[in-house]
């Protein structure tokens, strides 16, 4: 199924939280104050966060006047942009990883039950699948569940997992992964860590050891931290991503669980507090259920509209 139709179908939740009732609004037939009262309100309960409401809101108003509109119904594809403009502001945004300067590191980070091992997977499913050679690491060495985890993940796509007992120095395994990664000349290494709760001081300080070590070995060209979000969070995953972002710097960002959110603003908010690239979306469970970020579907899924092209 391509994208656009997947995520339109993913994302019947999200419209009839706030998109859906945004379409609703463009269909009223005069500006009125409570049209704009309405539309800003739709877009803070759909966790765009309160400045992009504002600002958007303030801008159709000077649009609707410079272009002499007559009904909401002309601005929404107006809106549409604006929210496509906004996401593809960050550099990056929705772009794969640069695999050019092998072996890239991805150092996955992000709070239990964000997604974050099972993307780890998925990415290794993907790289399989287009031929590239892949060494995953299994870093979180704190719980031996998540260890098994990634070597079920490892076993499924016939990749490589480094592993080491439970308790063992999680950045000992990282450097064993990229060192294995580099006499092997693979193409990517994937470097699991721990769930860690953001306000735990100790292991946010493993994890920014983790971070030195493959800082110094790999070099930033082949550094990626990717820090991974549940969508469902709304802004306390804007919250999260800040305080990653305070303890080291984050690169990359994927979504996960969005097909099972009514937050959809969230990646607007991320994208304007953090100027980060959201790269992938997760949409499933399965291993094909990881994919590119596209903006442009994003806002048009949303909205309910379709591109000609």
Not at 139 to 162: C, H, M, N, P, Y
Not at 226 to 252: K, R
Not at 276 to 292: F, K, Q, T
């Amino acid at each position: 199924m391509a994208f656009f139709a997947k995520l339109k179908e993913s994302l019947k939740g999200v419209r009839e939280r706030w998109s859906g009732g945004i379409s609703k609004l463009f269909s009223a037939k005069t500006f009125d104050a409570e049209f704009w009262d309405s539309l800003e309100d739709q877009l803070i309960a759909g966790d765009t966060g309160l400045d992009f409401a504002e600002e958007t809101v303030e801008f159709l108003k000077d649009e609707a006047k410079r272009r002499g509109l007559k009904t909401p119904a002309e601005l929404k594809n107006i809106f549409t942009e604006k929210i496509t403009g906004e996401l593809n502001a960050v550099a990056g945004m929705g772009k794969s990883f640069d695999l050019s300067k092998a072996p890239l590191v991805l150092l996955m980070i992000g709070v239990n039950g964000s997604g974050k091992t099972t993307s780890a997977g998925k990415l290794a499913t993907m790289y399989k699948v287009q031929g590239k050679k892949v060494i995953m690491a299994a870093a979180d060495t704190f719980r031996a569940a998540a260890v098994d985890q990634l070597k079920i993940w490892g076993e499924r796509s016939g990749v490589r997992v480094i592993a080491q007992g439970q308790g063992s120095d999680p950045a000992a395994v990282a450097f064993d992964a990229w060192k294995a990664a580099e006499s092997s000349r693979a193409d990517v290494v994937i470097v699991d860590t721990a769930g860690r709760l953001h306000d735990k001081h100790n292991l946010m300080e493993e994890l920014k050891k983790i971070h030195r070590i493959l800082l110094r070995e790999a070099g930033a060209e082949r550094l990626e931290t990717v820090l991974v979000l549940d969508a469902v969070l709304g802004q306390n995953s804007v919250a999260q991503a800040e305080t990653f972002n305070n303890i080291i710097p984050v690169s990359s960002i994927i979504l996960t669980k969005y097909d099972n959110t009514a937050k959809g603003g969230v990646v607007i908010s991320i994208a304007r507090k953090l100027r980060v690239p959201v790269r992938y979306i997760g949409l499933g469970e399965g291993a094909e259920d990881l994919n590119n970020f596209d903006p442009s579907e994003f806002a048009d899924a949303l909205m309910e509209t379709e591109r000609n092209s």
